[in-house]
Every structure is written in C-alpha cells, then in structure tokens.
C-alpha cells in the first residue's frame, strides 16, 4: 500500500508544474456592479435551423477577462422567444443547469410550458454560456475520451487505479495544452458577468432569472454581484453553495445510492413484470451481480462496469427512466440478453458531448479547491463508497481532472445576500443531484427567498414537469411576483410528488429519454 501511494503521490507531484499561477479576480463582495459596457444590441434574425419563425437567434462578443474590457473577446450565441403581449415584463434568462449545458433548447421549452399569457409577457433568452455548444470559442479537450469499454470504475487493483488515474491527467493535460489561453476564465463568476453582459446589451435595467441545476448556483452568484439587477428569479433543484464543489460530489454519492436503492425496490414491487424477486436486497443483490459480470466480460463488448453505470444513473435523476431500465436490467439478469444492455446504453448512459464534459471539468476545476493529493481522493471515495457503492467510484473519476488541472483554483464567492427581491425556490425532497439541505440552505442564505416542496418527489428539475401544484406557484411568481408566506425554518409551500411510472408490457423498445428538455445528466447538477 505504501508503495502505491508513493507512486500515486509521485504523479500528482509530476502535474504540479502544469498549473497555471493566473491573477484571481477580485471576490464577490468586491466585484463592482455595472461593469458591462453596454454593446451594440443583438441583432435577432429567424434561427437557421428552426421552422417556425417565432425562435430568433443572435450572437454577442463579450470581453474574454471581463477586467480587461478592451482586450481579446469571445462570442456567446443567443436564442429569443420573444413577448406578443402589449406589456412585457422584460427578458427571462433561463439556464439548464450543467456546468456545460446548453441554454438554446431551454428557451423555447420554457416559453412553449408556461402558460401562454404568461409566456406572452416575457422575451424568453436562451444562451449558450462561455465555452459551450455554439459559442466560440467552444471547448473540446479530448474527443473520444468516453468512448467504451472504459476501465471499470471500483478500484480493486492497483491497475485499474492507474488507468483511471492516467484517463483524468490525460484528460487535463489536453485541456491545458489545446486551451491554456481560455481556461482561467472558463468559471461561474465569468459566466455570471456575461449575463450581466447580456442583459447591457439588451438594454434592460433588470433581468428575470430561471435557472435548473447548476443554473442556481449561476442565479445565486449573479444576485450576489448585481442585486439591483434582479426582478425576479426562480431556482429548481438547488446547488449547496457551501459544498462548491469537492464536498458536493460526495455528498452526491450517498444521494445517488439512495436514489438506485428506490429504483431496486421500484423493480422489486413489480415482479410480475420484471421477474427479478419481491425483495430489494435481492434485487439489488442482482444488480451488482450484473456489474460484476459485465466489468470481468463487457456485454457486447460494449457495456463494462463503468457504462453499465453511466447507463442506470439516468434512473437516479428521473423515475421516468426506471421502466426502460427495468427492462434492460432484466432481460441481461434472467436471458443473459447483452444486447438489452447495449441499446439501453446508447440510449441513456452514451455521450459524445466532449464539449458539455470539457466545460464541466473546466468550470469546476477553476471554481474551487479540489485536493492535489490522490491519498485525500482515495481515503475520501473508499469512505463514502463502503455506504454508497453504486456511483461514488464513477463519480470520482469523472471529477479526477481536477487533481490534476492546469489552472489554480479561484475562491468561491459567498452568496448570502439581504439585497435581493423574493426568490422563489423550487426542491424536491429526494432529489440525488442537488440534495434537499442544498435548498434549505440557500434560502437561508437568501433573505426573504421561499421554498416549495415537492413532498416524497426524487426528479431532478420539477417545475414544467406536470405538477401542476408546482406549476402554479411559478406561474403565479412569474405573472405577478406573488410568493408563499413565509412560515418559519421549514418549507413555504408543498405539493405532493407525481405518481410513481408504471411497468410497460416487455419488450418494449427504449426509443429516447423521457426527461424533460430542461434536465441535465451532468454530475454538477
């Protein structure tokens, strides 16, 4: 053992010439508001690839290091849907969540699920944040660094641990050498200026905010340097800022179990379908026996232990999702039929997004500290793992970059804030992504926020999603600024969770995922 950590310990300490000494900007509190200078106003034209011509796209060149204005500029791409009714309300901003999620697709999901004369009073923007997607430029450190079969996720030798370990600084030495330049201002605060940016451009004295996921803590940092700036703003699924981003992931992990042991006994209260026994702990007792196989002999030789993974994780962040999986998961453990296996994961758990996966590591590397020392990863993951054995080794090496990245972390930025109006939060109690205490304590460190509860809910990204007790109190919020009183530490508001799917009839073929457009299958929420 101590042989093997000297040689781990001698890899991180061969990296550490790599990181970059960059200037940090200046912390939250003593950013300065205002800063963006207004810009020429986008020009909106019909998006190219859209038929209807209600979408309108546009781009805006914002500063690269936004404390050199006059320096090197980047391009963001936007997306309208813009106000019909005589009255408008100003731009709403949506963000999906991420980091590294688009924004594009958001606009028009968002403006065609409200109501409509609630949508008619709003010019719906969406955009692709610094680095992703159709902005330019757009990130991509390794193509093909998914691709299957990769090394199985549970280190249980020293040679899985060193090719996993060699993936993540293969990983963030590409990153380095193809993107030095960009790098040190890939991060929240940067992304948070550009939207500052945006709203200038738009010539608005104050912007609208609704933001899933990762989108929150987006939210939270914007209301933090720009208070004045808010009219309102809406957060589902809540980020912990005090978890930014290390201690995030961990806790992850014993959510994300948490979230799978209710798929198992999901499976288990259906074994007229699934065939699989009436017991979760058998279930689940047959769930690792499939990993177990197909990380020795990959199904198809395509799906080894980590694919099988990245596949059942969908099932973590909607239960829309558990029928697909049961499906697959029985076929493999009652027929052998590796090619269930196989199709469910290029529907669900495949991804060729290397760019949503670049901006991810290159946002989270800069946001914060991540330990340099692999003795901290492994003691910290063999912990949470002995609980919580389904993703935290997946999730650890999909974080593992940050070991090893060529840019010095930044400070994250305290968000309590007493400046802002209402905020209107929105939180599942059972959701794995974005715990429920990530809630709570955003709202505690929001003065005058409240919090609705989807009481017993495990989705990830309610509002939109056919609750339609949910649904109401954001309509409501967004047509009038109306808020739930607030009662005290707990919630504001609850709403009962929707029923739990249904078993369809086998053999059914997975056709696409099922989760609404604003969701987002990324660690970071």
């Known amino acids: 053992m101590k042989k093997r950590a000297a040689a781990l310990c001698g890899a991180a300490a061969a990296v550490a010439g790599m990181i970059t000494a960059v200037p940090r900007p200046a912390t939250a509190d003593a950013v300065p508001v205002d800063t963006a200078r207004p810009a020429a106003a986008p020009v909106w034209k019909p998006c190219a690839t859209e038929a209807r011509p209600t979408l309108q796209c546009a781009s805006l060149k914002v500063p690269l290091d936004h404390d050199r204005p006059d320096g090197r500029r980047i391009t963001l791409a936007l997306n309208r849907v813009p106000h019909t009714a005589r009255i408008s309300q100003g731009p709403l901003l949506v963000n999906p969540g991420g980091p590294g999620g688009s924004g594009l697709g958001l606009a028009r999901f968002v403006a065609g699920a409200l109501p409509k004369e609630v949508a008619a009073q709003y010019d719906v923007i969406g955009f692709d944040p610094r680095g992703v997607g159709r902005s ?54 940067s992304t948070v200026r550009d939207m500052d940016a945006i709203r200038a451009a738009l010539g608005a004295r104050q912007i609208n905010f609704l933001g899933y996921s990762y989108g929150t803590y987006l939210g939270a940092v914007y209301g933090k340097l720009y208070p004045h700036r808010v009219r309102r703003m809406v957060l589902d699924s809540v980020v912990d800022p005090n978890g930014v981003w290390y201690e995030s992931n961990l806790r992850q992990d014993h959510a994300f179990h948490s979230r799978h042991q209710a798929f198992l006994a999901w499976v288990a209260r259906h074994d007229e379908a699934y065939g699989l026994g009436t017991d979760p702990a058998r279930v689940e007792e047959r769930w690792y026996a499939m990993r177990a196989a197909v990380t020795r002999d990959p199904a198809g030789g395509t799906v080894g232990g980590a694919e099988l993974e990245d596949t059942f994780l969908p099932g973590a962040y909607a239960d829309g999702y558990w029928p697909h999986l049961a499906e697959a998961f029985a076929a493999y453990a009652t027929e052998r039929d590796e090619q269930a296996l196989v199709s469910a994961y290029e529907t669900f758990g495949a991804s060729d997004d290397g760019n949503g996966y670049s901006v991810y590591t290159a946002v989270q590397c800069r946001d914060s500290w991540w330990p340099r020392d692999l003795d901290d990863w492994r003691a910290d993951n063999r912990r949470v ?8 080794w997946n999730n650890a090496w999909f974080n593992a970059p940050c070991a090893f990245w060529p840019t010095a972390p930044l400070t994250p930025p305290n968000v309590s804030n007493g400046k802002l109006p209402p905020v209107l939060l929105f939180q599942a109690t059972e959701d794995a992504a974005t ?18 509860v989807e009481r017993g809910g495990g989705n990830h990204g309610v509002t939109l999603s056919g609750n339609d ?22 919630p504001d508001a609850v709403c009962d969770r929707l029923p739990e799917p249904r078993p369809f009839p086998r053999g059914r073929v997975a056709t696409g995922r099922s989760m609404s457009p604003h969701g987002t299958l990324a660690f970071g929420g």
């Open 385 to 392: 793992h002995a609980k919580a054995p389904f993703s935290t």
């Open 136 to 189: 330019t430029p757009a990130l991509d450190c390794l193509p093909g660094h998914a691709d299957p079969v990769r090394p199985p996720s549970v280190p249980t030798t020293d040679a899985i641990e060193r090719d996993n370990i060699e993936r993540a600084r293969d990983f963030a030495r590409a990153c380095g050498e193809k993107y030095a330049d960009v790098l040190p201002y890939i991060d929240t605060v």
């Open 435 to 452: 715990p429920y205490e990530g809630a709570v304590a955003t709202r505690d460190k929001l003065r005058g926020s409240r919090l609705v």
């Open 469 to 490: 007790c949910l649904d109401r109190y954001l309509t409501d919020y967004l047509a009038t600024g109306q808020v739930p009183s607030g009662t005290g530490p707990g």
